[in-house]
Structures are given as structure tokens and as C-alpha cells.
């Protein structure tokens, strides 16, 4: 049930919001902001990961179906995009970390050192960095042959697969983790020694910077927060830690793995909400751009008078 109803709950809000997302960092208000461009390509790597990773499971407890075992095309396909956006979002957010502290670190120097061009540069390396990465899954796994045909990593490289498990924990897991902890805490405690030396400068565009600060510290805190419990149920996983020797440890590990994953892609669906809630600059642009849809719309519906109507 959690997977049925949940996860379809995760996937209709996160894509929508992401959408918001994305048509709100296209506004003038953030068109010229070099984070706008990171910000979008997150919410897109965001949506992918919803509609390839989560969005298989909800058809799975749905309708009884893997769309994996359609063909053997799919099965590397799918299994290719599951793990590229799950590794290419965090890649993004660490983007998004180093740009926050340049801007607290050297808010002098920071549009000439994080260019909309520069971080337009980092995003696509990643991107095919990541791609190329990833491809190993396109030659190494396929649906296997027998009753189950299942979709698997094929017999020759299930010991290379070990290894493999421990590249994706790095890219998604470990070294996201390290930078993004290691960057909140030393960007914190700027920001509280500036606040009680009060030694800011009042231009317009610092205050622009340090108005997004807080809503992006807060992005990645909630990253932080939401993959901890699935690092932990994986590395426990693979050490055989947890006890499956009894049918309710069977089920339990399967409760268990259902709350871990859907925490897990929680963290690609809330990204606008956390925005709201936190971003100043975020919510004035949202409010701006929704009161001229109502406006519009208003005008459109408004019947016009003819000359025989006088």
C-alpha cells in the first residue's frame, strides 16, 4: 500500500512542482541569475528520476507489471536512467554548493568565478560525465533466460557488478555527501561570523545572493536528511547486518526498504516547497507570475462591447 498510494501521491506533486519550478526560474525575475540555470537543471534531472525510478514502482504494485521485463531494450534503458539521474542529481546540488560558497566566500568576485556560462559548462560535463559513466549498464545487463525472465546484470560481470556498487554508493552517495555537509557547514559559519560582525556590503545583487542562500543551504540539508536512511539500509544491505531468517524479518526488510526508497525520492519532489517556504525572492516571483495568468485570464473571459450594445 505504501508504494501503491504514496509513491503516486510523490510522483503527481513532485512533477508539478518541478514544472513550477522550472517556469519560475524562466521568469525575468531569475532569468539573469546564474543559479536559475542550475536550479532548472535540477528540477528536470529531478522529474526523471520520479518518472523513471519511482514511477516503475508505482505500475509494479499498481498493475502487477515491470516495465524492465518488456523487452531487453527497456531493461537496459531503464536501468541505465534509474542510476544516471540518481547520480546526476546529487552531482547538481554539489554544482550548487561550490556556487553558494563562492557567493558567501567571495561575494566580490563570485559573477566573474560561477558565470552563468561556467556553471552552464559544469552542468553539461557532469551531464555526459555521468552519461558515459552510466553506459556500462547498456552492455552488462539485459533479461535473462529461464521461467522468471528477469531483468539482470548478465552472469559474466556479477563480479564486476560488486564493484560497480561501490562506484554508484561514491558517485550518489558518498562524495555528494562529503562536499555538501563539508560546504553547509563552513557556508553557516560565514554567514553567523558576517551577521554579528554585521560587515555587508547593501547592493542590490549581494542581497539577491544572500536572499538565495538560505533557500539552497536548505536544499541540500533536506538531501542530506532524505538519502541518509537509504545509504544506511544499503550498506547494511550488502553486509548482511539485518536478519532475514524468519518470515516477519522477511517482511519487515520489505517495510523497510518501501519507506527507505519512497524517503529517497521525496527528496526529488519537495524542492519547490522548500523554496516556497524558504526563498523570499522564490515566492514574490511565484505570486508575481500567478497574479498575471488570474489577470490574463480575467481579460479573456471579460465579454467586449459592441457598438449596438451602447
Known sequence: YLMKYAAGLIIAIGVLGNLLTIIVMMSKDFRKSPSSLVLTALALVDTGNLVTGLMRWWIYYTFDFDVREMSSTGCKTHRFFTYYFGELSPAILVILTV????????????????????????????????????????????????????????????????????????????????????????????????????????????????????????????????????????????????????????????????????????????NFFLYCLTGTKFRSALLGLLNRVCFTSRRSKTPKTSITDI
Open 99 to 270: 556556487e553558494r560558497f563562492v557567493s558567501v566566500f567571495y561575494p566580490l568576485r563570485c559573477r566573474e568565478i560561477c558565470s552563468k556560462r561556467r556553471l552552464g559548462i559544469g552542468v553539461m560535463f557532469v551531464t555526459i560525465t555521468y552519461a558515459l559513466i552510466n553506459s556500462y549498464f547498456i552492455f552488462t545487463s539485459g533479461l535473462l533466460p529461464g521461467e522468471d525472465h528477469s531483468c539482470q546484470v548478465y552472469l559474466r560481470y556479477e563480479e564486476t557488478m560488486f564493484a560497480w556498487n561501490w562506484v554508484d554508493s561514491t558517485l550518489y552517495a558518498f562524495l555528494p555527501f562529503t562536499i555538501i555537509f563539508t560546504g553547509n557547514i563552513l557556508i553557516a559559519k560565514k554567514l553567523i561570523k558576517a551577521q554579528k560582525s554585521r560587515n555587508t556590503m547593501a547592493t542590490k545583487s549581494k542581497k539577491d545572493r544572500q536572499s538565495l542562500t538560505p533557500m539552497l543551504m536548505t536544499v541540500s540539508w533536506c538531501f542530506l536528511l532524505l538519502n541518509l536512511p537509504s545509504c544506511i539500509y544499503f550498506i547494511g544491505e550488502s553486509e548482511e547486518l539485518w536478519p532475514l531468517e524468519t518470515y516477519l524479518d522477511g517482511l519487515n526488510d520489505d517495510i523497510a526498504y518501501d519507506i527507505v526508497n519512497l524517503l529517497y525520492y521525496t527528496n526529488n519532489a519537495i
